[in-house]
T-cell receptor, first 113, second 113 residues
Framework: SQKIEQNSEALNIQEGKTATLTCNYT??????LQWYRQDPGRGPVFLLL?????KEKRKERLKVTFDTTLKQSLFHITASQPADSATYLC????????????FGSGTRLLVRP | EAQVTQNPRYLITVTGKKLTVTCSQN?????MSWYRQDPGLGLRQIYY???????DKGDVPEGYKVSRKEKRNFPLILESPSPNQTSLYFC????????????FGQGTRLTVV
């Protein structure tokens, strides 16, 4: 079955450093991959979408890469700030007609001041 | 402002007492869905709807019902809640299509005792 894996251990970094989060997927060939941010007890908020023919996408301090050969996406936050502390979710749409979003369990990022 | 509104935000109820969680979106989106989020299990889809009067089961539909009588509303019904339905619930909407982002509600934290 389709599976998305994200590092379940929290990533703890110093303010100003670059945070890099990983999303791996199996049994799937997605045309699009999405990243969301989720704060405790709140709904996920969309950040970026990257298409299979895009190797890299940027938005302000965020950068996403998509390697369909490795079946992996990397999510980078440069010049990280304490306000970036949150859980980041990777998501793919199912290949059936349901348009279901399949989420990874997320990686918690903690940025120390 | 584009948004998905869920109510209530918090709910404590007793086993077997029917309840409804409401969800409304103001973006004229065709596709709506319900997710539950549990520690270690991530976000799992309960039900989805691709348009008015069209609903279908997601990955964990047991114990839940939904209806879609109007495009903007997609209530989640628990006819006989049980303690294993204690969870954080999210409603989401999207325009449809695999390259579209999902908008999430603020969440409903349900406790069944």
């Amino acid at each position: 079955s389709q599976k998305i894996e994200q590092n379940s251990e929290a990533l703890n970094i110093q303010e100003g450093k670059t945070a890099t989060l990983t999303c791996n997927y199996t049994n799937y060939s997605p045309a699009y991959l999405q990243w969301y941010r989720q704060d405790p007890g709140r709904g996920p908020v969309f950040l970026l979408l990257i298409r299979e023919n895009e190797k890299e996408k940027r938005k302000e301090r965020l950068k996403v890469t998509f390697d369909t050969t490795l079946k992996q996406s990397l999510f980078h936050i440069t010049a990280s700030q304490p306000a970036d502390s949150a859980t980041y979710l990777c998501a793919l749409r199912g290949m059936d007609s349901s348009y279901k979003l399949i989420f990874g369990s997320g990686t918690r990022l903690l940025v120390r001041p | 402002e584009a948004q998905v509104t869920q109510n209530p935000r918090y709910l404590i109820t007793v086993t077997g007492k029917k309840l409804t969680v409401t969800c409304s979106q103001n973006m004229n989106h065709e596709y709506m869905s319900w997710y539950r989020q549990d520690p270690g299990l991530g976000l799992r889809q309960i039900y989805y709807s691709m348009n008015v009067e069209v609903t279908d089961k997601g990955d964990v539909p047991e114990g839940y019902k939904v209806s879609r009588k109007e495009k903007r509303n997609f209530p989640l019904i628990l006819e006989s809640p049980s303690p294993n339905q204690t969870s954080l619930y999210f409603c989401a909407s999207t325009m449809g299509g695999r390259d579209t982002e999902a908008f999430f509600g603020q969440g409903t934290r349900l406790t069944v005792v």
